[in-house]
């Protein structure tokens, strides 16, 4: 388990409860995984209007129960994506005390995912491994009902379209979100093809809160340069514990 002091040195500067952990993994173990996505079988992808994902360890029911299935050797054994994750502290008071379920999404340039919650299916910390291209992630928090002017709407609530805090999530690169920015804040990928950095308030280009624990040279380059970060084929495994979990389970798909 790493120790609280070594939690620290994740912190975002933009919000007390994300954690942004570079290099989760090695380049090796990221072009392996990618592999493995890429020579899975195609009815496991669901294709949705604006991305492709998979469902590894089982379905939610409608009613909010998980029918489990074992989660494919490359998640739990090689690389041993789960007991890292674990290790990291985030999940030890989870039912589970480790991710049960992970959701992989497949984000072309120009894709991307609505601001939006996990909700309460799920104990409220989320661990995000980002693979093969960098992405964005906006936090959102609902407009406050005195704030006057709607903007957009979730579940019929107004959001606050300017983040709380943006991160830029590398390759290889674990985000965790938990407390209130699981439980009363949305998140969101923008769908473009392209981010601009900005290094400071004067430049422009949105402002990340996680620009000094960057590691990637060409990221970082881009960055000081001001010129825009172009995104390639990008996979997240979103790693989550379902509280709850039903005796039965359906047969391995693979
Ligand atoms: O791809 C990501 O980084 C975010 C995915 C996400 O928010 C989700 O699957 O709920
Ligand atoms: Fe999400």
Same mark, same amino acid.
């Given at each position: =388990?790493?120790?609280?002091?070594?939690?620290?040195?994740?912190?975002?500067?933009?919000?007390?409860?994300?954690?942004?952990?570079?290099?989760? #993994?090695?380049?090796? /173990?990221?072009?392996?995984? +990618?592999?493995?996505?890429? /020579?899975?079988?195609?009815?496991?992808?669901?294709? %949705?209007?604006?991305? $492709?994902?998979?469902?590894?360890?089982?379905?939610?029911?409608?009613?909010?129960?998980?029918?489990?299935?074992?989660?494919?050797?490359?998640?739990?054994?090689?690389?041993?994506?789960?007991?890292?994750?674990?290790?990291?502290?985030?999940?030890?008071?989870?039912?589970?005390?480790?991710?049960?379920?992970?959701? =992989?999404? /497949? @984000?072309?340039?120009?894709?991307? +995912? =609505?601001?939006? /919650?996990?909700?309460?299916? @799920? @104990?409220?910390?989320?661990?995000? %491994?980002?693979?093969?291209?960098?992405?964005?992630?906006?936090?959102?928090? @609902?407009?406050?009902?005195?704030?006057?002017?709607?903007?957009?709407?979730?579940?019929?609530?107004? #959001?606050? =379209?300017?983040?709380?805090?943006?991160?830029?999530?590398?390759?290889?690169?674990? #985000? #965790?979100?938990?407390?209130? +920015?699981?439980?009363?804040?949305?998140?969101?990928?923008?769908?473009?093809?392209?981010? %601009?950095?900005? %290094?400071?308030?004067?430049?422009?280009?949105?402002?990340?809160?996680?620009?000094?624990?960057?590691?990637?040279?060409?990221?970082?380059?881009?960055?000081?340069?001001?010129?825009?970060?172009?995104?390639?084929? $990008?996979?997240?495994?979103?790693? $989550?514990?379902?509280?709850?979990?039903?005796?039965?389970?359906?047969?391995?798909?693979?």
């Amino acid at each position: =388990m790493y120790a609280e002091s070594a939690l620290s040195q994740f912190h975002t500067e933009g919000h007390e409860d994300a954690f942004y952990v570079p290099n989760f #993994i090695t380049p090796e /173990e990221e072009q392996y995984l +990618i592999r493995k996505i890429c /020579e899975s079988p195609q009815p496991l992808w669901k294709s %949705l209007a604006n991305r $492709r994902l998979q469902t590894w360890g089982g379905e939610i029911t409608t009613k909010g129960t998980l029918v489990p299935q074992p989660l494919p050797p490359f998640v739990n054994k090689f690389p041993d994506l789960v007991s890292r994750i674990k290790a990291t502290g985030f999940f030890k008071n989870s039912p589970h005390a480790e991710p049960n379920q992970i959701i =992989m999404n /497949e @984000y072309l340039p120009g894709q991307g +995912i =609505m601001p939006h /919650e996990d909700g309460p299916r @799920y @104990y409220p910390v989320v661990a995000t %491994l980002s693979l093969g291209s960098h992405a964005v992630f906006h936090y959102y928090r @609902y407009q406050a009902e005195a704030d006057g002017d709607a903007v957009s709407s979730g579940q019929g609530r107004s #959001i606050n =379209m300017i983040p709380v805090s943006s991160v830029l999530l590398e390759p290889r690169s674990l #985000i #965790i979100s938990s407390g209130s +920015i699981y439980t009363s804040h949305l998140h969101g990928i923008d769908a473009l093809e392209e981010d %601009l950095i900005a %290094l400071d308030a004067s430049a422009s280009g949105i402002k990340v809160s996680n620009v000094a624990q960057l590691q990637d040279p060409a990221i970082k380059v881009s960055i000081h340069q001001g010129v825009p970060i172009k995104r390639g084929t $990008r996979y997240s495994l979103t790693c $989550r514990d379902v509280e709850r979990v039903s005796v039965f389970s359906t047969h391995p798909r693979r």
